[in-house]
């Protein structure tokens, strides 16, 4: 004869049956809601250091763009920039400064901005205090000739930044940037996926993250940034008829109050 499951034999009270149905329910919807789920920017949002957008009224916003400069797909997005106008700040990886050193200039001699995105796009969170600095120091270094200030805005890699990272930032005097609108440009959506996305969260003052190249080595999948470019391009092509304007970064700044948390952008 076969012996009945041990868990068969549990027959607790109904009363206790539906406090668990129920504490089960409450934290799956705390969790789902992520009322109790680790906030991604804690330490950001918490040291009060980082900058995630501007409160204004004015119809601006700052199109930002992480890990380049690429041979191709940065020139392709200077052209569109060009074509309306648009100013944009450029998140550099050290290690493509120096290997596209020609391209970051002629972004800057564009009247786009350079701004500092560590030298090897390490997660900060997993490296030591000094290494932090080194990859900040480093890109500083290659930016200097190419930056009018001495300490350019800075953006963690993947966002981690921890108490240790946001600590060495703010001993180095970091201005911290990171966005409020992410497009998710890496990721395999179609740009009418993300013209979608954009049209749920675009505001005035908003910075909006993507990517004019990927850490990943060039012949990996992941790292055509073509669907980028045309991105940028409808971009420019909805919202400017609307009124919007895109600047720098260091422009944005000055026309509003600098935000602290994604929370206080809309
Ligand atoms: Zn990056």
Known sequence: MTQPAPWSRWNPPVVLQLGLLLAFTT???LFW???VWPQRFLWPQA???AIFCIRTQDPVMALTFDDGPH????PAILDVLEAYQAKSTFFAIGRHLEQ???IAQSLVDQGHELANHTFSHPDLNRRLRSEIEREVQQT???????VKSSQPYFRPPYGHANLVVMQALKDMGRPILFWDVDLLDWSGLSVA???TMLAKQAHPGAIVLMHDASPSPDGSPQASRQKTVELVKQILATYTPQGYRFVTLSELLTLGTP???PSFCR
């Open 27 to 29: 934290l799956a919807i």
């Open 33 to 35: 809601t992520k009322a």
């Open 47 to 49: 040291s009060g250091e």
């Open 71 to 74: 041979p191709i797909y940065t």
């Open 100 to 102: 596209y050193p020609h």
């Open 140 to 146: 500083d270094t290659l930016l200097a000739p190419l």
């Open 193 to 195: 996926q993300m013209m």
């Open 259 to 261: 935000q602290a948390s």
